[in-house]
Every structure is written in structure tokens, then in C-alpha cells.
């Protein structure tokens, strides 16, 4: 009997103990992942453009703050993530163009007036 219902077919193809992928990643060896991940929770000193104070934080609040500063900036796709991060990805298409300004100034006020109260929510939390 032969094809892909075969006996044979239906045995593992490698002995019991041996590696399919003898030469592949070695144990122990890290992921990126987790590389990543570590790499994130490393604290690390630097200028807050907020408050302007020498701060030290965790790699990934770092990136927040860098986000914020964009956003802060004008730029539309750093606003975008953040409102995709905090509020979920939007369903339906919004068109934000230089055209639109009222619009524009309308998401960049909320996204200030979200800051702002992101901004005196850790000013609290650390004052505890």
C-alpha cells in the first residue's frame, strides 16, 4: 500500500530522542522576545521634555514619553497610536489632513487635556 493513508506515512518521521532540527537554536539561548522584554525594564537616566528634570525610567517609559513629545509635536501618526493603545483601533477610516483643521485642532486638544491628566496622575502617584 502506498500514498499519504500508508503505514509508513503514518509513523514519526525521526527516532524517539532525536532532533528534527539537530543544528537549530541551542538551549538556553534566549529569544528576541524576551531580549526585548529585558531590554524594555532596563532604567536608564535622562531629560524629561515634560518637566524638563534629569529623571531616570524604565527603557518603555521612555518610549511613552518620547510618543507623548510627538503627539505634543503635531505628529499625526504618533497620535493615532496613542488613541489606539488607550481607546482600541478605530473601525471606520478618519481622514485627518491640513484641509481639516478643526478637526485637527480638536484631536490635539484632547490628546493635551489626556496628557495632562496622564501628567498630574504620576505626579501624584510618586508624591505617595
Known amino acids: 500500500m502506498s500514498g499519504a493513508g500508508a503505514p509508513q506515512n503514518l509513523r514519526p518521521p525521526f527516532k ?37 528634570k ?29 488613541y489606539e493603545r488607550t481607546d482600541g483601533k478605530v473601525t471606520a477610516e478618519i481622514n485627518v489632513t491640513t484641509s481639516n483643521i478643526e478637526q485637527r485642532e480638536s484631536l490635539q486638544k484632547d490628546l493635551e487635556k489626556k496628557i495632562e491628566s496622564m501628567l498630574r496622575k504620576e505626579k501624584k502617584e510618586k508624591k505617595k
Open 16 to 52: 524517539k530522542g532525536q532532533s528534527g532540527n539537530p543544528a537549530g537554536r541551542p538551549k538556553g539561548l534566549l529569544s528576541m522576545t524576551t531580549l526585548l522584554k529585558k531590554a524594555l525594564n532596563e532604567k536608564f537616566t535622562r531629560k524629561d521634555p515634560f518637566t524638563g
Open 54 to 82: 534629569t529623571e531616570t525610567k524604565d527603557f518603555s517609559e521612555w518610549v511613552n514619553v518620547g510618543l507623548l513629545a510627538k503627539a505634543m509635536k503635531g505628529d499625526v501618526r504618533a497620535v493615532e497610536h496613542i
